[in-house]
């Protein structure tokens, strides 16, 4: 799922795109795409587009009377400029929006379909679209540590909680806490002032540079299919089972659950120590090796 580094991209050339441009049509090609009902979608059309924004991990056009659409690309969905006009792409089309200069389209390469379109009134109704978590590079320190102690939970956890910060999901939260030297599995609780301050640290400086090369990658021009994506050559842990990190050498390690996973270098934040791997240590039993020196 597009995270705050992924999204903003996105955000910053819709503003170059749309905003001060008129909706002239909305086009429709999948039923399923539309969640809401009040408004309809076809008072949109006419209204001019006021602004573009982040909302968490959706993208919000921002119209007259109040209005404001809420996009949600969750993991397939992705934005296309294309000319004016141009139809929803075959089977992963979801909706064209036409504007004077050029049409937007939704698309989603998954037969799940669950990109989804909203569209509300005042601001009200625009905040039950957010969890309610705190921008990790608006708030200060204090801010930040209040929201990640007040409940107790692996630190893993609170980062993608949406309820605690706003726009971090799991690829991001596994660079960060590599950056922070910080176990996954640590209790909220148990972090010392240091350490949460290393944390609020880490998470803005791996937010801000991923988000400026995002930037900078995709600066005149849309992504294309693979470009965003959880698993990039630059990152230091996520999606890099095996591979050594980058500190100090040693591969980094996994924790596998459901169909994701949490990556994690065991020397620089774990003192060592791997983590258990429930699926795998319940298998090897005894033989599961508990340190990195053991697996070698």
């Given at each position: ?87 929803p792409a075959g089977k992963i089309g979801l ?52 929201a990640l102690v007040r409940e107790s939970r ?143």
């Amino acid at each position: 799922m597009p995270e705050l580094p992924d999204v903003e991209p996105y955000v910053a050339l819709l503003r170059e795109c749309i905003a001060g441009q008129p909706l002239e049509a909305v086009r429709l090609r999948s039923p399923f795409v539309l969640r809401s009902v009040d408004p309809p979608i076809s008072s949109a059309v006419g209204k001019t587009v006021r602004g573009v924004r982040r909302l968490g991990k959706r993208v919000v056009l921002d119209l007259d009377d109040e209005l404001h659409l809420v996009v949600h690309l969750m993991i397939a969905g992705r934005f296309r400029w294309q000319k004016r006009g141009l139809k929803p792409a075959g089977k992963i089309g979801l909706a064209a929006f036409d504007f004077p200069n050029g049409t937007l389209l939704l698309t989603e390469a998954s037969p799940k379909k669950r990109a989804s379109l909203h569209l509300v009134r005042g601001a009200e109704a625009l905040a039950a679209h957010h969890a309610g978590g705190i921008e990790p590079l608006e708030c200060d320190l204090a801010a930040f540590t209040h929201a990640l102690v007040r409940e107790s939970r692996t630190v893993k956890r609170a980062l993608t909680d949406p309820r605690v910060f706003s726009g971090i999901g799991n690829a991001y939260s596994d660079e960060i806490l590599h950056a922070a030297r910080l176990s996954p599995v640590k209790q909220t609780g148990k972090l010392t002032a240091d350490e949460i301050a290393r944390l609020l640290d880490a998470t803005r400086d791996v937010l801000v540079r991923w988000t400026a090369q995002l930037r900078a990658d995709f600066a005149d021009r849309f992504p294309g299919p693979g470009d965003v994506t959880a698993f990039r050559p630059d990152f230091a842990v996520h999606g890099r089972h095996g591979e050594p990190c980058p500190v100090c050498g040693k591969p980094v390690q996994r924790i596998r659950y459901a169909d994701s996973e949490t990556n994690y270098c065991a020397v620089c934040q774990n003192g060592g120590r791997r983590l258990a791997d429930r699926a795998l240590s319940r298998l090897l039993h005894d033989s599961y090796a508990r340190t990195i020196d053991d697996d070698e």
